[in-house]
């Protein structure tokens, strides 16, 4: 993902918050197989697992980071799926311990994409102080997203894979029912209907190795043109443009905070 200095969200508590609240994921390989397409992507929930204990504001950036210290993705893919198919042929795999009853790797790197439910088309029109001056403007799109990449291990027959599937299903249901308003937890389903679906799906654990983030809210615009923007979001009306503009309004503000700590930093 290209990613301007300006639109980079680079920090991880927040692009660990972003995951959280925008957990439905773009699961892409790029696998070369005999029979099925080299890229596929599944959408698919995660649950991320993090160490919250660590302080990533005294971290050094240009320190890499140990390995799982940005944290893990767990999530299930359909049996039947494609994609599937290919992350389960023996032939992907660098490692199948426990003598194919553990979780296998797949050589290649992953990638998931998480993208925010928000996101618009930003008209030439609400630029207020260039439109009128030069006139040299042009339409753009406003999004936010968090890109992940990582090895995948692949839970797909045995007891380890069941242990691992029971654990995901009732951890994803867990934190997202109570955000429907419901209570339903998977023991409330017969057991042995469960274990037949668990059956039809297969397992995947992925080790972040580096998680980056574009929020691309109109930050590169000068002062009447960003305030353009706000106030086009704020007349567009309804609940995307109430929270488009909150959107604007708040990554603004994360743009001046920014300046001003970097002049405070010239002085010292």
Not at 56 to 79: C, N, V
Not at 145 to 156: E, L, M, P, S
Not at 217 to 236: A, I, L, P, R, T
Request: with cysteine.
């Amino acid at each position: 993902m290209y990613i301007r200095p300006v639109h980079a969200e680079l920090s991880i508590p927040a692009l660990h918050a972003f995951i959280r609240e925008n957990p439905l994921g773009l699961f892409t390989t790029a696998i070369k197989h005999s029979t099925h397409a080299t890229i596929q992507t599944t959408h698919i929930p995660f649950v991320l697992d993090s160490d919250d204990s660590i302080n990533w504001d005294k971290q050094d950036p240009t320190t890499p980071t140990a390995p799982g210290s940005l944290g893990t993705l767990r999530g299930h893919i359909a049996r039947a799926n494609p994609q599937t198919k290919v992350i389960c042929d023996p032939a992907s795999h660098t490692s199948n311990s426990g003598g194919g009853e553990g979780p296998s790797e797949l050589e290649e790197e992953v990638l998931i994409l998480f993208n925010a439910p928000a996101h618009s088309y930003v008209s030439p029109r609400y630029y207020k102080e260039t439109k009128p001056d030069t006139g040299k403007v042009v339409p753009t799109w406003n999004y936010s997203a968090v890109q992940v990449y990582g090895r995948a291990k692949i839970f797909d027959k045995g007891p380890v894979a069941s242990q691992f599937l029971l654990k995901q299903v009732n951890d994803l249901t867990n934190i997202n029912e109570p955000k429907s308003g419901g209570s339903w937890k998977v023991s409330d389903a017969p057991e042995k209907y469960v274990d037949l679906l668990k059956k039809g799906i297969v397992g995947i654990e992925i080790t972040i190795d580096r998680v980056e983030g574009r929020y691309k809210m109109s930050q590169e615009m000068k002062g009447g043109d960003w305030s353009g923007v706000v106030e086009g979001f704020k007349e567009m009306g309804g609940e995307l443009g109430k929270e488009m503009a909150g959107r604007v309004e708040e990554e603004g503000k994360k743009r001046d905070d920014r300046a001003e700590a970097a002049k405070v930093d010239s002085r010292l």
